[in-house]
């Protein structure tokens, strides 16, 4: 029999799967709704896309992946926001950078 | 019949036939082969090959085996050097040299390509692995068959460039590979291809290294061995698996978008089609930054170790040394794009990576005030492993003083491509990372391999490396600031011909260093005898690796040790507890040898070679036997073999007499011993 | 020291046996590769999004989207998702019939996603919009190719599970893999997530 929770593999319950689905499923259907009906303005439309994507994986993460704040995950925790914050700086910074270099150089 | 398509687009005439150096270095190659096949077919020692090296999971063979990679791409990176130096020295005006423009660019290519990746990192790796399990007191990795996977993916990845010599030629685009010259349209041989996929096959390599010892250390330590009292060198590998992890992956991306273009014609970095030459820079140094870092970690971590074992303090400041390695490693994905400060971003982009820069710059002042103030007050020793630290010191320094120079934009934009920059970055990877690698191989030598290396032919090496590298280097500083632009293979200022001459004269004394290291290396093993380190600590050292025999059996420890303090054996060394007999041995399981890691790194060596040349079949064929293996690995439940307690204790008793032989027990030769006690 | 025999031993030796943590183990190691993935991932979201615009002459992203498409291929991917969870279940249960029968559902579902997801590819290519026209395409196929990739080789190695479960039933290193497995799966409906934003939805806006 596999110890308890090991580790590294946090388990779920048939209510947290359900749960994790049909939140996913509402956020999805927000999100491809909004940009379908042209209900809110160009802006208004980007911010709630990505806010619903952002919230989306959050949702992922805690009742897919089992993420929360307990003992057993923070080292995958820690992993994640540090990854996070790496990606943060990795991807802002090519997309400011690579955007100023089309402003002044007007190449590509 | 030259121009007939053997198989794929490899032809007669790809073997560079006109070429008299090449030929020349190929002859080279094929006899140092046939000697050494010749040699273990003579010594009848293909089974012992084959059961005790090519299939073992071993993490101290496998450092071993890495080491042995660097060693020897070392070799093929400095003839490179000494080619481009004496190239230059002799070009002047009228004069050519001896290296046409085609060829002079494949090797400050291949130079830089090898030095970094097929020298600098299988060094730090093997480093790590022979070092780093003991320290912690684990007795292996996490992932025994991945780490073989990882020492196989980067020795076949070397033997891709190496077989470019003789097959086909090299990239003529830089270690760094820009477009459009990398694309197909400007470098239409196989020259960036074999770069691509050496570098991608050994980027899986690394990146599976970074996975493994993270894991190693945050998970496998010895019980009690928090993280702050893990020693330096266990703390800065930490550091660095995690620039590994988080950044080969943007290697992988940016050489596989290359290969894309090259291959199937897509427009990631094209002139033209909607393709950007500086998303390729862009994502080349979002890499290749954190990489610089990736190499000058492991080193601050050897001599993090060195300087407190030969001073015989505790390293002063572990807390601020820890918060600058973790300092270094976030801020070192933050500066990228000081390497293209003239690519053309403005200066607010520009200002805020400059400045990130010199930030780096006072983390690593830290740890160098660190490591004098726990010189200070120390009772300095001075063998091999303590001069190339002191040499690293004072060295390095300068080099980190140039670095803060160039993160300045404005005049990084007089200093960008000249000869400055090549100054700077030699300035800190050779005292740097290349001594940290030589003490570290010097300092871990004895227990890797259980004699040590000679102290003479150490010393000359030193002083030879120190005052060439000196010599080599420093007159590039002056060129820089005479605008003299680098990979130049002819030049026609006659201000500048001195110090290329003096550079060369660099190069020669560097060439004596690295004698005097072979020299060292073949007496040292013909005298092993007389050095054998019998008990297992030929330092007096603070660590847990100095507890166990040299080399140490292949469970590491027969009992886990429990760790109270920092410098573990130094706080038993204080408490008079050197060597206490535990009350029993039992079983050990040890990861069972293996060929799977073995042939799956010959398997990708076709892969490569096959998507090289255009050999669709082998390619292909390769792959699959490739999943295969893996598949076969990942279904294999029965992987461990047992040492029994029985034979733990016939090897453990050997080791007590020895010790009591040698009177390595006697407790009042310790009782000096302090370490930090946290 | 003033310690007895067996304190000093206790003092100076872990207690044996040694803890068993191969599967804790594997699956943080497991963990970092993912995060690995991450960057990897988002080196070609930087990418795409750099060449967003890079149309040279050929189809803008509003051309070649259908949502309808990506919504079917959303809803299936998430489907398949909830699926492996409960194959995990079945597993901490011990319900060996269970988890093989949700894993070939799990099959299934992501089957019919790359076969949307190739359905999508071929009718681009059939109209001249393949990855070789223009940088926009070549990152559009990639980004998503590579995930369409990832997938696959779960795929794979959902059948290499399947056979070693049919085999050697639900062992230590069989469940160890498992979860890995799971862990794998689950962060690929992530990154689609990111794909079905900043591509397909982004790219119609």
């Known amino acids: 029999m596999l110890q308890p929770s090991p580790s590294g593999a946090g388990r779920g319950t048939f209510a947290s799967y359900i749960t994790g689905f049909v939140l996913a499923v509402a956020l999805t259907l927000i999100a491809f709704i909004l940009v379908m009906s042209k209900a809110l303005s160009f802006a208004g439309t980007t911010v709630a896309i990505f806010s619903a994507a952002v919230v989306q994986v959050v949702v992922h993460l805690h009742y897919f992946l089992h993420l929360d704040t307990s003992s057993t995950e923070r080292w995958n925790v820690m992993a994640l926001l540090f990854t996070g914050t790496v990606l943060f700086i990795l991807v802002g910074g090519s997309l400011w950078i690579m955007f100023n270099l089309h402003d002044r150089t007007m190449l590509f | ?387 190339w630290t002191l040499g690293f010191i004072i060295t390095f320094t300068i080099g980190g003083a140039s670095g803060v120079m160039l993160a300045l934009p404005p005049a990084n934009y007089v200093l960008h491509n000249s000869l400055f920059v090549i100054a700077h970055f030699h300035n800190v990877l050779i005292p740097g990372t290349l001594f940290g690698m030589f003490a570290g191989y010097t300092y871990w030598f004895p227990k890797a391999l259980g004699f040590r290396l000679d102290e003479r032919w150490g010393v000359r090496a030193f002083w030879a490396w120190l005052l060439g590298f000196y010599f080599a280097f420093m007159p590039l500083y002056v060129l820089g600031f005479m605008g003299m632009p680098r990979r130049m293979e002819h030049y026609t200022n006659p201000a500048w011909r001195p110090w290329l001459e003096i550079a060369a004269f660099g190069v020669l004394l560097i060439l004596a260093g690295i004698g005097c290291q072979v020299t060292q290396l073949l007496v040292s093993i013909r005298d092993r005898a007389k050095n054998i380190d019998a008990s297992g600590d030929p330092w007096d050292g603070r660590t847990l690796e100095w507890t166990v025999s040299s080399p140490a059996p292949v469970y590491n420890f027969a009992r886990i040790p429990h760790v109270h303090t920092r410098d573990a054996f130094s706080h038993q060394k204080e408490k008079g507890l050197v060597h206490h007999r535990p009350d029993g041995f039992h079983d050990i399981k040890i990861p069972r040898n293996t060929p799977l890691a073995f042939a799956v790194g010959m398997l990708a060596f076709g892969f490569g070679f096959g998507m090289v040349w255009h050999i669709w079949w082998l390619a292909a064929i390769t792959f699959l036997l490739t999943l295969v293996c893996l598949i076969v690995r990942g279904s294999s439940d029965d992987v461990e073999d047992i040492v029994s307690g029985a034979e733990v204790e016939r090897i453990e008793k050997a080791r007590y007499r020895e010790l009591s032989a040698i009177g390595a027990d006697d407790q009042s030769r310790y009782a000096h011993h302090q370490p930090a006690h946290v | 020291m003033s310690m007895s025999a067996s304190e000093l031993q206790h003092y100076l030796f872990a207690p044996h046996p040694e803890e068993e943590e191969a599967t804790a183990n594997a699956s943080f190691g497991f963990w970092i590769y993912l995060m690995s993935d991450c960057i990897l991932f988002a080196s070609l979201f930087a990418t795409f999004v750099t060449l967003s615009r890079s149309y040279a002459g050929g189809p803008t992203s509003q051309e070649i989207i259908h949502l309808g498409h990506t919504l079917e291929e959303t809803l299936v991917l998430l489907c398949s998702s909830v699926t492996c969870g409960f194959a995990m279940l079945a597993m901490y249960r011990r319900q060996l019939r269970r988890v093989l029968g949700w894993l070939a559902v799990t099959f299934v579902l992501g089957l019919t996603f790359i076969s949307l997801e190739l359905q999508e590819f071929l009718s681009l290519v059939a109209a001249g919009h393949g990855p070789t026209h223009s940088g926009f395409l070549s990152a559009f196929f990639t980004l998503v190719a590579t995930h369409g990739t990832h997938v696959t080789v779960g795929l794979l190695w959902m059948l290499v599970m399947m056979a070693q479960i049919a085999v050697k039933g639900l062992s230590e290193p069989v469940q160890s893999r498992l979860i890995r497995f799971s862990m794998f799966w689950h962060f690929l409906d992530i990154v689609w997530v990111g794909v079905f934003t900043v591509v397909y939805l982004n790219g119609v806006l």
Request: hydrophobic content about 55%; aromatic content about 14%.
């Open chain 2, 1 to 387: 019949m030259l121009e007939t398509d053997l198989i794929g687009r490899l032809r007669l005439s790809s073997i560079p036939y006109q070429s008299g150096i090449v030929m020349g270095a190929t002859a080279f190659m094929i006899l140092v082969i046939v000697i050494v096949l010749g040699s273990i077919t003579w010594y009848r020692k293909w089974g012992y090959l084959y059961r005790e090296w090519l299939t073992t999971l071993d993490h101290k063979k496998i450092g071993i085996m890495y080491v042995i990679v660097a060693l020897v791409m070392l070799l093929r990176g400095f003839a490179d050097a000494v080619m481009m130096r004496s190239q230059q020295a002799l070009a002047f005006g009228s004069a050519r040299g001896y290296l046409p423009p085609q060829h002079y660019d494949q090797i400050f290519s291949s130079h830089g390509t090898i030095m970094i990746l097929f020298m600098a990192m299988p060094f730090l790796t093997g480093l790590m692995n022979v070092a780093v399990p003991l320290q912690i007191g684990a007795r292996d990795v996490a992932f025994p068959f991945m780490n073989a996977l990882s020492l196989w993916l980067t020795a076949i990845s070397a033997m891709l460039i190496m077989i470019s010599l003789p097959i086909g030629d090299f990239s003529r685009a830089g270690w760094s590979g820009y477009p459009p010259l990398s694309e197909l349209r400007y470098s239409p041989t196989v020259g960036v291809d074999y770069w691509i996929w050496a570098l991608e096959l050994t980027g899986i390599g690394s990146l599976m290294t970074g996975i493994n010892f993270l894991t190693t250390i945050l998970r496998m330590r010895a019980p009690g061995m928090t993280l702050m009292r893990m020693p330096m060198f266990v703390w800065t590998t930490a550091c660095t698996n995690i620039l590994m992890i988080l950044a080969f992956p943007v290697l992988t991306i940016a050489l596989a978008l290359l290969a894309l273009d090259r291959y199937l014609g897509t427009h990631f970095f094209t002139a033209g089609m909607g393709g950007n030459l500086m998303l390729y820079v862009n994502l080349f140094w979002m890499w290749g930054h954190p990489e610089v870092y990736i190499v000058i970690l492991p080193a601050f971590g050897v001599y993090s170790e060195i300087v407190p074992t030969f001073a015989g303090k505790p390293l002063f400041g572990y807390t601020s040394m820890v918060y600058a390695t973790c300092a270094i490693t976030l801020i070192s994905f933050t500066v990228w794009l000081h390497h293209f400060f003239t690519m053309g971003a403005g200066p607010d982009v520009n200002a805020i990576f400059g400045l990130a820069t010199m930030i780096i710059g006072i983390p690593t002042g830290v740890k160098i005030f660190n490591w004098l103030f726990t010189m200070f007050r120390g009772r300095i020793v001075f063998p091999t492993p303590m001069l």
